[in-house]
């Protein structure tokens, strides 16, 4: 789409520019006919008429006309705006259209080269669909990647994503575009690499000392081994996802880091103990799952309202339940969560307006009881293969819970032949 704009306006340009071109040719015209200008009708050996020119004329001999010439138009000129207008116009393009466009103008090329969000991925490079082997596909994409980012050097870059799920990418490629990359007024990381020779990739986090790191607001990195120094003062998301990080450091970093509004941790096995601070006053949401080496969660962030999290009730500790307002759960335990969030949570989060619970397998039925979430709006029950024990779950029974809903809005249920 954003290629499309600008096409347009570079339509638009050349026919305007057209019809100064036209409007031109047809007032020489016709003073040439007033004067009796001997150019006014040059008869060809053919017997045909070829049509007036003047000196300087933008229109050359190209295009076929009645006598065997030829009038050749050039290229219209971009409309002459300021660089800063170009810079800010190409870096709203995707990449790859931008890149495009480079390769069509001078002006074009040198506002790609100070682009301020990078974004590569196999298709913002174009190598969606190619037919090639593992390694030369991740060459390919190396040397892409390596020709942009060189250009980039010095110049400032704001965001930098790079996704890559194909074949392992060298240490020395990664540590030189981040290089590059991390600099002072960066904003966005996101680093999402495979494993090379089996072993993740160590992110430099050298790199966010000083200045260069104080500038990050929101930091998601996967498959990667990282190990943080010091805090990020503008830090507001962090997302961690297969990451080698132990408790320690994530509570050192998170200790630094008192803008800190939103913690994701998925995979993260080397976490035992997560100890969040009371300094984070900003931080509302919270997303533990899947961090098998978890045993214990102390939050004391006193403002969590959004709490995603696998696991069982007895292991619910994230902070003050009254605050929170929207719950996502996932058990796959078959310790049957439904029923005991019918059981258990009307008392324990009253003011809860959004729950989703996702369970491998009902050993209960949802019971009958007098306690009602009052204000809850939204409810989404997931369940998975619920007799694979002889067990046959009486999905009527969830009319319990919804009896204990009276302002309920919205209500999703999807049951799954087999288990999540």
């Known amino acids: ?40 009708h040059d008869d060809n050996p053919q017997g045909g008429k070829i049509l007036a020119r003047r000196k300087g004329s933008p229109c050359q001999q190209d295009d076929n006309l009645p006598g065997g010439k030829r009038m050749r138009y050039s290229v219209p000129e971009l409309p002459d705006l300021p660089k800063d207008v170009w810079h800010d116009i190409l870096s709203r393009l995707p990449l790859r259209d931008a890149a495009q466009a480079g390769c069509a103008s001078h002006t074009f090329l040198s506002s790609l080269r100070c682009r ?65 990359a991390i600099t002072p007024g960066i904003e966005e990381i996101t680093l999402s690499v495979p494993r090379y020779n ?32 010091a805090g990020l003062g503008c830090l507001t998301r962090l997302h961690l996802s297969l990451v080698d990080i132990t408790g320690d450091e994530l509570g050192q970093l998170l200790s630094n880091s008192l803008a800190m509004e939103e913690l994701k941790l998925v995979h993260c096995n080397k976490i035992i103990s997560l100890k969040i601070p009371c300094l984070l006053h900003r931080l509302n949401y919270l997303t533990v799952f899947e961090c098998r080496g978890l045993k214990m969660i102390e939050n004391e962030a006193p403002n969590v309202c959004v709490v995603h999290i696998d696991g069982t009730f007895e292991e619910l500790r994230v902070g003050d339940l009254l605050q929170v307002k929207e719950l996502q759960m996932i058990d796959t335990y078959e310790t049957s969560l439904v029923h005991h969030a019918r059981a258990k949570l009307p008392f324990i989060m009253p003011n809860l307006e959004t729950l989703n619970l996702y369970s491998d397998g009902e050993m209960l039925s949802t019971p009958s009881l007098a306690a009602k979430f009052l204000y809850l709006r939204n409810l989404q029950i997931f369940l998975g293969d619920g007799d694979r024990r002889g067990f046959s779950y009486d999905y009527f029974s969830l009319v319990y819970f919804l009896d204990a809903c009276p302002v309920l809005e919205d209500f999703v249920l999807c049951v799954s032949k087999f288990s999540l």
């Open 198 to 229: 089996g072993v993740y990739y160590n992110f430099p986090c050298a790199l966010l000392l000083n200045a260069s790191g104080n500038s990050i607001r929101h930091l998601s990195l996967s498959c990667c081994t990282f190990h943080p120094l």
């Open 116 to 180: 301020p969000n990078l974004t590569f991925t196999e298709e913002t490079v174009g190598l969606n669909g190619k037919a090639c082997e593992i390694d030369k596909h991740a060459q390919i994409f190396s040397n892409r990647v390596h020709n942009i980012m060189k250009k980039h050097s010095g110049t400032g870059v704001k965001t930098f994503t790079l996704r890559y799920c194909g074949s392992s990418i060298k240490a020395t490629y990664l540590n030189r575009w981040l290089q590059i």
């Open 1 to 40: 789409m954003g290629l499309l704009a600008l096409n347009r306006v570079m339509s638009m340009q050349q026919r305007r520019r057209h019809r100064q071109i036209q409007s031109r040719s047809m007032s020489i015209d016709s003073v040439a006919r007033r004067k009796g200008s001997p150019h006014q």
